[in-house]
């Protein structure tokens, strides 16, 4: 269920239709891409946008360097400004993919952080006690443990409240992870005179390892620039008992068709993989389109049903350096299947590697010569070329 703050004043706005409301939501670009977890939201500024209200959705280019401490047991690493921008670039034509591009302005944080001092930090920082921030449940966790707490995590909740000020929010939408800061905003705007916003929080989705779907762990996660196919993939390899949020939140499918097919499963009268189905082409067409979805269904089934190897499996180039064989554990890294060795090496002890259609172990090394298929996890193909 969503959480509104405060649910009569809002509902009492968007009755009266006086004037139209400027709803926002932030994001840090610490990806390049955004998933649909974050599609969760933009769902919502996108409903507003069809009632005609006015959506700013704000890019955190200062934020991301900071850091956001939500959901942390230590300091996250800072980030260039340049990263940052690179990373915002590719999020333009993300949020669009959900929300419209009429009646939706994105705007960088840059535009007020841009042109402040030290005095104007200070300022904002003699609204809020040391208390109040360290009230917050990861910071409490950090004391607890005698992690250290840097300055620079505590004016994270000051900088994302101030962003409600300078664009003189009525509604500020965001996840269950984002209500300490969100509030922190709504309390910044009564200090300031302003109206104080309304707060639309959403659940959170979770990601294919059954934990909080994060930007942080890219191969648990669905993108929203995730090919057709692999969209499809993930959704089937979710659990099934995370079917019914992903219904209602990862779906713009009617409350009436979600509960419907909920009380068909628990009756028996839908399978639960054929539900799963379902789901995974309602996800699939939104992201991208029905055709794509119904053809990402049939080379499903070629591959797991037929046990075939994808028409599309991507031709990795691997450098062999005149070595005769290489570490399966490498070569996982450099066909770009995972991000490290540890992440590879956990996978090949999970068994989820396979070269040629054999099991693989960590004391694979595969001889270089020949194209090969390499599989990891249960979707993921390359045809490895060595030279």
Request: no cysteine; aromatic share 6%; proline share 5%.
């Amino acid at each position: 269920m969503s959480q509104v703050i405060v649910k009569e004043e809002l509902a009492k706005q968007l009755r009266s239709g006086e004037r139209q409301l400027r709803i926002k939501q932030g994001f840090d670009p610490t990806h390049p891409n955004l998933h649909i977890g974050h599609a969760v939201p933009l769902r919502k500024l996108k409903r507003f946008a069809e009632w005609g209200h006015e959506i700013v959705i704000i890019v955190g280019d200062w934020t991301t360097q900071i850091g956001d401490p939500t959901d942390r047991d230590d300091a996250r690493p800072t980030m260039s400004h340049e990263k940052v921008l690179e990373n915002a670039q590719t999020y333009l034509d993300q949020f669009h993919k959900i929300v419209p591009r009429e009646g939706v302005r994105i705007v960088m944080q840059s535009e007020w952080f841009g042109k402040f001092g030290l005095g104007d930090v200070i300022r904002l920082a003699s609204r809020f006690t040391t208390q109040q921030m360290l009230a917050r449940e990861e910071f409490r966790r950090r004391l607890e443990k005698k992690t250290p707490i840097p300055i620079k995590d505590i004016l994270y909740p000051l900088l994302q409240a101030y962003d409600s000020v300078a664009i003189e929010s009525d509604v500020e939408v965001g996840g269950t992870d984002q209500l300490f800061n969100i509030l922190a905003g709504r309390e910044l705007q009564e200090q300031i005179g302003q109206r104080p916003q309304s707060v639309f929080i959403n659940q959170l989705l979770e990601g294919l390892d059954g934990e909080k779907m994060s930007k942080s762990k890219p191969t648990t996660a669905i993108w929203l620039t995730d090919p057709p196919n692999e969209v499809y993939g993930k959704v089937m390899a979710i659990e099934d008992k995370l079917m019914s949020h992903y219904f209602e939140w990862a779906t713009e499918l009617p409350m009436s068709d979600v509960q419907a097919t909920l009380r068909a499963i628990a009756a028996k009268e839908l399978h639960p993989r054929e539900a799963k189905r379902n789901l995974a082409r309602t996800i699939t067409t939104e992201l991208h389109s029905a055709p794509a979805a119904v053809e990402a269904e049939r080379e499903f089934d070629r591959v797991h049903k037929d046990r075939e190897v994808p028409g599309d499996a991507p031709v990795v180039n691997v450098k062999a350096d005149g070595a005769k064989e290489i570490a399966i554990v490498d070569l996982l890294v450099q066909a770009g299947l995972e991000p490290s060795k540890s992440r590879a090496r956990k996978l090949v002890e999970q068994n989820g590697v396979h070269v040629n259609g054999e099991l693989a172990s960590l004391d694979t090394s595969v001889p270089v010569g020949r194209e090969l298929l390499l599989r990891a996890g249960k979707r993921r193909y390359r045809r490895i070329r060595f030279r």
